[in-house]
């Protein structure tokens, strides 16, 4: 089992930074990919980056060139740096890992936390 606890969401301005923080427990558990999805009232949760095993990235569109994954491997940590953030940043963000078992991948999920951008 893997519990995922999330930091760092608040209230910031459009064009300021935040930073947000995931840290898996146990840091013994094998963990393939760390990422962060967002999700906003009415619609899909969707997907925002995500890093893999030899820091492969992925980002969705809309957060290219403002948004920097990165992670922590011995903490089994994942931090995502939000940069020029816009008012449609605005959403509850979600952090997400798998982990292998039983020859598949298993997903797991913070609580969420609130990353709310003002014009």
């Known amino acids: 089992q893997v519990q995922l606890v999330e930091s760092g969401g608040g209230l910031a301005q459009a064009g300021a930074s935040l930073r947000l923080e995931c840290a898996a427990s146990p840091i013994s558990v094998p963990i393939n990919v760390m990422g962060w999805y967002r999700q906003v009232p009415g619609k899909q949760r969707e997907l925002v980056a995500t890093?893999?095993?030899?820091?492969?990235?992925n980002y969705a569109d809309s957060v290219k060139g403002r948004f920097t994954i990165s992670r922590e491997n011995r903490k089994n940590t994942v931090f995502l740096q939000m940069n020029s953030l816009k008012p449609e940043d605005t959403a509850v963000y979600y952090c997400?890992?798998?982990?292998?078992?039983?020859?598949?991948?298993?997903?797991?999920w913070g609580q969420g936390t609130q990353v709310t951008v003002s014009s």
């Open positions: 997400n890992a798998k982990s292998p078992r039983s020859g598949g991948l298993v997903d797991y």
């Open positions: 890093i893999a095993v030899y820091d492969r990235t």
